[in-house]
């Protein structure tokens, strides 16, 4: 598009604001993409196992409906109090029916979601690959914070995220060819897959979950193969520092289970951001030169 051409500005600028208002909907993803996916799993259970009197949901419960409500005195919210960060500054961080607390992750994961989008807008610049990475960037954020809060990584979310990845490439949207997408996708799960297995064999545990696999394999649809070393070994380096500082601060044993897709979508998307340069360095730095 021509004004973007002429007004380089403008394209960062939108992408932010339209982060911040994504920002918001990836809160209401975050808080009932859980609930809806256990709802489905009661559902299925009670029709499949009548034998175990399971209860089935009641009622509709999806990403619109029913309304948003505080909490603890269960007002609707209103239109005003859906504003992006300044709902949250102008309301003092508490409800305005009963002043119950609400927590900063939400103006914070709104900032979040603008802060990223800038950051792809003003590397890549316009093109309909930038406008494609700003979702990714989006379901990365959505995804990293289901797994804090629950130690899911929803196929709603994975899955359509690997065959977009492969579908940029078969059209020629993205500048990964289909076959590095390809094998990316088929790289990036064998690879945890065969850790898994290795790991269970040995010891009897589970090391991960299937979740992992498939946002490893959404990861390298989306990036291509060659970026898989760099965002194993940068999530490995960023899981161990993290685990070590979550195990220190609720002192915990080594043996106790955290999740691993926050890591892998953090180094996905500096691999994103700086793999070109981190690899360049690197192989710069071994071969001397």
Avoid at 132 to 145: G, H, K, N, S, V
Avoid at 159 to 176: D, E, M, N, R, T
Avoid at 252 to 264: E, T, W
Avoid at 279 to 287: I, K, N, R, T
Wanted: some cysteine; aromatic content about 14%; proline content about 6%.
């Amino acid at each position: 598009m021509e004004a973007f051409d002429y007004y380089p500005w403008l394209f960062p600028t939108l992408a932010t604001l339209f982060g911040l208002i994504i920002g918001s909907f990836l809160n209401v993803v975050i808080h009932r993409l859980p609930i809806i996916m256990e709802r489905e799993w009661r559902k299925e259970c009670s029709e499949s196992f009548p034998e175990y009197k399971i209860s089935p949901p009641e009622g509709e419960y999806t990403l619109s409906l029913p309304r948003s409500t505080c909490p603890k005195c269960k007002t609707q919210l209103r239109l005003i109090d859906n504003i992006p960060v300044l709902s949250w500054l102008m309301l003092k961080g508490k409800c305005h029916q009963c002043s119950q607390p609400i927590s900063a992750r939400y103006p914070l994961v709104e900032l979040l979601a603008a802060s990223m989008s800038f950051i792809v807008a003003f590397h890549f610049g316009f093109s309909y690959f930038s406008v494609a990475l700003l979702f990714f960037t989006f379901i990365l954020i959505a995804a990293t914070f289901i797994d804090l809060d629950t130690m899911l990584l929803p196929d709603q979310l994975t899955l359509p995220l690997v065959w977009f990845g492969i579908a940029l490439s078969l059209f020629g949207v993205s500048p990964v060819s289909l076959q590095d997408s390809v094998i990316g996708a088929m790289a990036g799960y064998l690879c945890l897959w065969s850790v898994y297995w290795l790991f269970k064999l040995l010891t009897g545990k589970e090391g991960m979950g299937y979740g992992d696999f498939k946002l490893l394999a959404a990861l390298g649809a989306w990036l291509g193969w060659q970026h898989l070393p760099l965002i194993i070994l940068l999530s490995s380096l960023v899981g161990l520092c993290f685990g070590l500082i979550q195990l220190r601060l609720q002192k915990k044993g080594i043996d106790k289970a955290f999740p691993f897709g926050p890591y892998l979508a953090i180094a996905g998307w500096i691999s994103l951001i700086f793999g070109e340069q981190i690899m360049a360095w690197y192989l710069g730095s071994v071969m001397g030169i």
